[in-house]
């Protein structure tokens, strides 16, 4: 079994900085693809930055310049870092991994339960 657990989410004033994590667990053999959405309420979930087992990243035009996505390939984990965020940064922050598992031939996306995060004065 694979599972996804992120960290870190929980309340900041606007302009200021929130750092999340995520750590992937279980009989895993290899992950490529890590991504962050979020997913503001009453709206469809959002992609907000992918980063690759080598490390190159790509962001959302809404987050691009204020957000930092990394990772620990040894720890199967992955990080986003938040600055000078806006009351619309406001939603459920989920991670998502593309894994091989263990004695799998074939990759498979999973996904974490979701952390929040509120942007608010």
């Known amino acids: 079994q694979v599972q996804l657990v992120e960290s870190g989410g929980g309340s900041v004033r606007p302009g200021g900085s929130l750092g999340l994590s995520c750590e992937a667990s279980?009989?895993?053999?290899?992950?490529?693809?890590m991504n962050w959405f979020r997913q503001r309420s009453g709206e469809p979930r959002q992609w907000v930055a992918k980063?690759?087992?080598?490390?190159?990243?790509t962001y959302a035009d809404s987050v691009r310049g204020r957000f930092t996505i990394s990772r620990d390939n040894d720890r199967n984990s992955v990080h986003l870092i938040m600055g000078r965020v806006t009351p619309e940064d406001t939603a459920t922050y989920f991670c998502?991994?593309?894994?091989?598992?263990?004695?799998?031939?074939?990759?498979?996306?999973?996904w974490g339960p979701g952390t929040p995060v509120t942007v608010s004065s």
């Open positions: 980063i690759t087992r080598p490390g190159e990243t």
């Open positions: 279980g009989n895993i053999f290899n992950i490529r693809d």
């Open positions: 998502n991994a593309r894994i091989l598992k263990l004695n799998s031939d074939y990759y498979a996306d999973y």
